[in-house]
Structure formats: structure tokens, C-alpha cells
Nanobody, 129 residues
Framework: QVQLVESGGGSVQSGGSLRLSCAAS????????MGWFRQAPGKEREGVAV???????AYADSVRGRFTISQDNAKNTVYLLMNSLKPDDTATYYCAADPQYGGVLDEYLARAGDGMDYWGKGTLVTISP
């Protein structure tokens, strides 16, 4: 049974940093895409950052240069380092995975995660002014 468990959310002031973690278990994927998506209250879900099994990455314009997605294959964990946080970054952040990765990372962002097969329960990030 595949499980994605997020951690690392919390409350920080604007300009601060947080690192989210997504621990994946119950799989033996060799080719995949994993990523972070977020949903703010009253807004639609949006893509934040994605990474594939080869380490290629893609970012939403709103976070490029501030956020970094990475992975530790030995730990089956994907990270999202978030710097220079803004109040607009306040949202619940979800980790997701697609083990049938088709090879176009930007599509996962554009579709806000539609097509991802597995989702975590989310971790709340709150940025105060």
C-alpha cells in the first residue's frame, strides 16, 4: 500500500524559511514524477514544484528562485525548501506522485496535479506579514 506522508509545515513570519518533507513508502517505482501542490482557502489547487526520477525539476513562476525541490532516493523522501516566504504562500501543501510518468514535468504543474495517482494528507503552511 503506497503512502505519502508530509511533514514540516508550520507558521513563520514573512521572509522566513521552511522545509517540507514527503516520505513515500510501499512502492518500488523506477520511473516517476513526484511533486508539491498547494491549496489556499477559497482558491483552487495549484502546482508548486515537481521532480522526476532522473532529478529533473520544474517550478511554478510564483516560487521559482525561492523554492527548491529535491529528493533523497535512499530515504524515499522528497523535500521542498521554501525561502523568502510570503503571506501569499499560505496554504495546505500536498505531496503527490505518479509512478507512470510520461516525461513532461510542466504538464503536472499546469494541471495542478491532475493525473497524480497518490496524494498525501497535506501539511499547513501559514506565513504572517
Amino acid at each position: 500500500q503506497v503512502q505519502l506522508v508530509e511533514s514540516g509545515g508550520g507558521s513563520v513570519q514573512s521572509g522566513g524559511s521552511l522545509r517540507l518533507s514527503c516520505a513515500a513508502s510501499g512502492h518500488t517505482w523506477s520511473s516517476y514524477c513526484m511533486g508539491w501542490f498547494r491549496q489556499a482557502p477559497g482558491k483552487e489547487r495549484e502546482g508548486v514544484a515537481v521532480i522526476d526520477s532522473d532529478g529533473f525539476t520544474a517550478y511554478a513562476d510564483s516560487v521559482r528562485g525561492r523554492f527548491t525541490i529535491s529528493q533523497d532516493n535512499a530515504k524515499n523522501t522528497v523535500y521542498l525548501l521554501m525561502n523568502s516566504l510570503k503571506p501569499d504562500d499560505t496554504a495546505t501543501y500536498y505531496c503527490a506522485a505518479d509512478p507512470q510518468y510520461g516525461g513532461v514535468l510542466d504538464e503536472y504543474l499546469a494541471r495542478a496535479g491532475d493525473g497524480m495517482d497518490y496524494w498525501g494528507k497535506g501539511t499547513l503552511v501559514t506565513i504572517s506579514p
